[in-house]
């Protein structure tokens, strides 16, 4: 049997280590006496602080010579909670600094690597050299029959390898 100190302040967290071998140890209507709370409920804290806890009848096969694993006690996770007590006063484990975020290579592809034109795309940069420009900015073409593409003078060019990609995929 462990030592442990016969009369506990309430106060005193208890860490998922040391219930863990208090569990291990004795029975835990035993353990849930000493913390003032019930079995069931040492048993959720058991679970919240993730301590693996003796399986039903572990005392009884015990007392017989049938000895069973005990698990290890896993490590705790980032936000888990590391501390109980009976108030609620809890420790967490610490969260991991976030990672610094990396620079992105830069998507832009070169002209010939481009896949060839649409035959609707084929002949398009002229119109829209000669279209007229709208209110909005936008270039409006005279020809009807042709690529639906909506562009500035400015982005004309880029609209239509983008187009370009597009109708590749």
Not at 13 to 27: F, N, T
Not at 93 to 112: E, F, I, Q, V
Request: charged share 30%.
């Amino acid at each position: 049997m462990v030592d442990y100190p016969s009369t506990r302040k309430d106060e005193t967290p208890v860490s998922r280590e040391q219930l863990y071998k208090e569990v291990w140890a004795e029975p835990m209507t035993t353990v849930a006496l000493r913390y003032k709370v019930s079995s069931s409920f040492l048993a959720r804290v058991c679970t919240w602080l993730n301590v693996p806890r003796p399986e039903r009848g572990y005392w009884a096969k015990l007392a017989v010579g049938k000895v069973s694993k005990q698990p290890p006690l896993p490590e705790a996770e980032p936000g888990d909670e590391l501390e109980w007590n009976r108030y609620g006063h809890a420790r967490r484990a610490k969260l991991p600094l976030p990672k610094s975020p990396r620079k992105k290579k830069s998507k832009r592809r070169d002209r010939s690597e481009l896949p060839e034109r649409h035959p609707l795309l084929q002949g398009a940069q002229q119109y829209f050299d000669e279209a007229r420009e709208t209110s909005n900015g936008y270039l409006r073409p005279s020809k009807r029959l042709m690529v639906d593409v909506i562009a500035s003078k400015q982005t004309c060019s880029r609209a239509l390898d983008v187009a370009r990609i597009v109708s590749a995929l």
